[in-house]
Structure formats: C-alpha cells, structure tokens
C-alpha cells in the first residue's frame, strides 16, 4: 500500500531537500510532480488539484524560501496538507449513549462488510469489554445471515437468531426489541450489499436507518477498488447520512488513491482500516501515522508501540534516546534484529523502520527470513566492540576477518554495513527533523 507513491514523493523531496536554496519555479515544479504522483495513486482529479494548489500558495511563501532549510520546509507542509487530507485525528466511534447503541454497516457486496461487522463486535467486546450482538439484515445474498452466525460463534459474539423470510426493516425492529430486552450494550447491523449502486438498495437502506436510528452509519469500501471505490462513497454519502467509513484491503497493494481521496470527498472521517482476513486484522485509521508512512518517514509510532509490546520499557527507552539523537550504530543494529526475530521475522514490521524498505532491497535475497537475521547477529557478533561502536573503521582486511569469524562472506558483510548505513542515514533525518519527539508530534 502507498509503496509506489511514497516512492515518487520520495524522489521529488530528495531532490528539493538536495538544494541549498530554493526558488519559486522550483517549489512549483516539485508541486507539478507531487500531483502527477497523486493522480498515478488514484487520487480523485479535484482532490489532487486542491492539495496541490494549497501547498504551492503555502511553500512559494517567503518565510520558506528564505529559511534556512527550504526543501525540509515543503516537506513539513506537504506533511501537514497530507494528515490534514486524511482527517487530522483519529475518529472513534459515537457509542456512549444509552444501550443499546447502534451500528449500522452499508457497502457493496463483496466489500468485506460482514467480515468487518464480526471484526468490529470482536474489537468492541474484547478492547470495551461491551456486550455486543449482531444481526444480518442480508436476505438478498444465500447464507449471508448463516455466514454471519459462524463469525458470531468464533467470535463469542451472539447473533440474532435466522428466522426464515422475515424482511430487513422486520429484522432490523426484532434486533432492536432483543438487544434492548437482553440487555445489550451494542448492536450491529450487517445489511444486504449490492453489485453496484441502485436505487432499490439505498431505499433499504434508508428504511433500515428509520427504523433502527444508528449511531453509528459506517460506509464499508474496498480499498483495492481505487477510484471505484472512491464514487460508490460519494453515491452513498449523498443519499444514507453516513458517520464514517471503513476501508477494508488496506493490506493489499492498493495505489492510495481511495483512502487519500475518501474524506475530501464524502466529508465524513475514515475510522477503520481492514488490513486483512483475520478477524482481529482491524485497526483504527490514524491519518498522521499514515502520512508519516506515505513520506517514507516511516511508521515510527507504529513502530514504538508494537515494540513496546514485546521489549523491555528500558530497551525501548533506550532505542528512543538513540533515534532522538540521531544516533545508531551496530549495538543499535544488532538489538533491533534481535526485536525483529522476537516479533516475528521482518515481514510485519518492514514499512515502519525508516530506511527499511532501502535497507531491504539491499539485501540480495528478497525473502528475509529467520537465518538471514540470525547471520547478521553472527557478524556483528565478529566485530571487535570499536568496530561496532564505528562501523566505518570496518576496512577490507577487517571485512575478511568479520566474514571468516562468521561463517560468511566478504559480500554479506557489505551488505549489513550497507543496510546500517540506510537505516543511520534514515536515523538522522529523524534527528534533523525535531527528533523522534518533534516527530511524533507532526505524526500525530
Ligand atoms: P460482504 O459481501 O461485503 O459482506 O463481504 P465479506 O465480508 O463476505 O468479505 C468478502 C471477502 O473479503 C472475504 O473473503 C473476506 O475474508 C475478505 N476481506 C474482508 N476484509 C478484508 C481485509 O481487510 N483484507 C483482506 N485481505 N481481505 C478482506
């Protein structure tokens, strides 16, 4: 996801950031390029041309022309144009009310609405500990409703019990009796996708939101369907009143261009991301995290809390003071590996760690796996503590000595010295951007 746009952008942004200073025509041919960029991702024409033309009228501003650092200037407003184009904050779901509160979930068929009505009730019993029924309101499709009581027994989710011929807003009235007489706290309606958008289906649609008032109206779209996707939101958003939508196969290879182009155009916030077919791959959208990923910053925050989870709060803190201070040397480089293995392998976490994806291609072997980790511990480990504290001392005679004492070759070693290079380049981009702190805060 977003791979080839960040790339792109990437590209234009070495470049501005490469010059001492900066003119208006370069500002806005950079620009020209950044929306050639947008449009390839799928970005919607008018949404594109408006980020654009807001940036342009920012950068050209004399207060960045004259600062000290122009290009890493436009960076930061080409930044903070993207977050605010994803929705500036995360948005989370209206539910406190008196239960039960309603969820509603609409979308075409095949958008991953059930899966994500079974992800959410998980999130919601497991994370808000609320006592949560769903109910399928889909009598077009054969076994939707039967598809969504299995999901509800692998859950531990309750559904509403199948009666046979019962109509949508029939169905819709008996959930809301059950939910209210059984005292739960949330109720989640699966309702009847279409192939494409018709009349008959946002009348039920409508019906069903009569009858049931959600709280929450949650547009699910495939993100994979790029500008598709992008006009079903607009032909929902102007006939259901929507609260936000969910962006399902956000683990695909989509271009971009729906969930950069989604809150332009419906107005309403992206709230969750689908990012696969597990039911707890479900993550809430954070537009900061997002764009920090996009401009190849890497998902630091990302990165932080899910090592967080597994490292000791003193090698986190430690790692931090490192980032901040633009510091990282082999030590660094070894305990991040060891991380990795205990995380599972790079796969997951490839994208967060800047300079990872460069760091990655520098590696002959495309498939990073387990023993390729583990050699690198091994030469690291055939390093004198000098040589790993200053990796540049690592001459040819000592390249040998590291490739002899670990089993490996001369090649491997270039390669690791190679990738701590991309990773300590990537390190003092964070320090010149704020460091980490500074960066988080313009991550969000
Ligand atoms: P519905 O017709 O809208 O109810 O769609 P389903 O919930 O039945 O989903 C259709 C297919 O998409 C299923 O095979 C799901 O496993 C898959 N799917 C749903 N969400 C995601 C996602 O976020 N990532 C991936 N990779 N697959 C998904």
Same mark, same amino acid.
């Given at each position: ?137 889909? &009598? ?20 509403? %019990? ?57 547009? &699910? ?65 954070? %537009? ?102 200053? %990796? ?53």
């Amino acid at each position: 996801m977003f791979d080839s746009l960040s790339d792109r952008l990437g590209g234009v942004f070495d470049r501005l950031r490469g010059r001492g200073a900066l003119t208006e025509a370069d500002v806005r041919g950079a620009m020209r390029e950044v929306r050639v960029a947008l449009l390839e991702a799928d970005v919607a024409l008018p949404v594109a041309r408006e980020f654009v033309d807001k940036v342009t009228e920012q950068a050209v501003g004399q207060n960045v022309l004259r600062s000290v650092t122009p290009g890493q200037q436009v960076v930061k407003i080409v930044n903070d144009a993207l977050v605010e184009m994803l929705g500036s904050d995360n948005v989370g779901l209206d539910i406190d009310v008196t239960p039960p509160a309603v969820i509603m979930l609409v979308g075409l068929q095949g958008s991953g609405k059930t899966t994500t009505t079974a992800k959410l009730a998980k999130l919601l019993k497991g994370r808000e500990r609320k006592k949560v029924m769903m109910a399928s309101l889909d &009598v077009n499709r054969p076994a939707a409703q039967e598809q969504l009581a299995v999901l509800g027994t692998q859950t531990e989710v309750a559904t509403l %019990p199948i009666v046979a011929g019962q109509q949508p807003v029939d169905i819709a009235r008996r959930a809301l009796q059950a939910a209210k007489l059984q005292g739960f706290d949330v109720l989640m309606l699966d309702t009847a996708g279409r192939l494409h958008v018709d009349q008959a289906l946002m009348d039920e649609m409508k019906a069903v939101a009569d009858i049931a008032t959600p709280n929450e109206i949650l547009l &699910v779209v495939d993100a994979l369907t790029g500008q598709d996707a992008v006009n079903v939101a607009k032909n929902f958003s102007e006939q259901v009143p929507l609260t936000g939508v969910i962006l399902t196969r956000m683990d695909g290879d989509a271009r971009g261009g729906a969930a950069l182009s989604m809150r332009a155009v419906t107005g309403k916030p992206i709230k969750f991301a689908g990012m696969g077919e597990k039911l707890d791959a479900i993550e809430p959208f954070h %537009p900061g995290r997002v764009a920090g990923r996009i401009l190849g910053m890497g998902d630091v925050v990302s990165l932080v809390e899910k090592a967080a989870q597994s490292i000791e709060a003193e090698d986190a803190e430690r790692m931090a003071a490192k980032l901040a201070k633009g510091q990282f040397d082999m030590n660094d480089l070894r305990a991040q590996l060891a991380q990795m293995r205990r995380m599972g392998g790079l796969g997951a976490l490839a994208g967060m760690i800047p300079g990872m994806k460069k760091a990655q291609a520098a590696m002959a072997s495309g498939a990073v796996d387990e023993k390729i980790l583990l050699r690198m511990d091994a030469m690291i480990g055939s390093m004198t503590p000098k040589e790993r504290a200053k %990796p540049e001392l690592i001459n040819a005679k000592r390249k040998i000595r590291v490739a002899k004492g670990s089993g490996t070759t001369v090649q491997d070693v270039n390669k690791l010295l190679k990738m701590h290079l991309e990773m300590s380049t990537a390190m003092k981009r964070i320090k010149k951007m704020g460091g980490l702190k500074g960066m988080m805060a313009m991550l969000g």
